[in-house]
């Protein structure tokens, strides 16, 4: 497992979400029929449909790529583990809320999958997420328990508190 991985972190431009919203509105707006942008309260994000490991995507916040594609190919590095957890530590967000996509373990699924990460690390760990993988010529989706990723992921962290969200509703695309 890769453990004390080279890393950089970056400060990032954090525009205010009013201007996030007109930016999206503007862009959105010739290419659906329908469009909505607004920013309201965060929804429980634990509740059905969504269903996440905490209510809300407030608080100190963070974005992780790690791993990449020449991880992937021309075959995948099987060596290339790296645990989430771990990683994160990075931040100093305590308890982190983590969502976003990956590649999942082979050591945990048994063969190339795709990683759905939705879990909180921390005091009080909650993990919800899940793997898809090909299975007979149909794909599964199974729960995740692990902390581990294969060689790729993108993932968003947060302190998972209530908070401004942005709510977009498109309908009827017009564009190609």
């Known amino acids: ?48 449909p969504w269903d996440m490991a905490c209510g809300g995507l407030g608080g100190d916040t963070a974005t992780f790529h790690f791993g990449g594609v020449p991880y992937l190919l021309p075959v995948p590095d099987k060596s290339k583990v790296y645990d989430m957890q771990e990683i994160i530590n990075i931040t100093g967000v305590k308890n982190p809320f983590v969502i976003g996509p990956g590649a999942a373990s082979r050591e945990q699924v048994g063969i190339n999958s795709e990683l759905i990460a939705n879990l909180r690390v921390g005091e009080v760990p909650v993990n919800k997420s899940r793997a898809s993988k090909i299975e007979a010529g149909n794909c599964k989706l199974e729960m995740y328990p692990s902390t581990k990723t294969g060689p790729i992921a993108d993932l968003f962290v947060s302190e998972g508190t209530p908070g401004p969200v942005l709510k977009i509703h498109a309908k009827q695309r017009l564009g190609k």
Request: glycine share 2%; aromatic share 4%; net charge negative.
């Open 1 to 48: 497992m890769a453990t004390g991985c080279l890393h950089k972190c970056f400060p990032l431009h954090l525009p205010p979400l009013l201007e996030i919203k007109e930016v999206i509105e503007t862009a959105m707006k010739p290419q659906y029929k329908e469009l909505s942008v607004e920013v309201c309260d965060c929804p429980d994000l634990t509740q059905m």
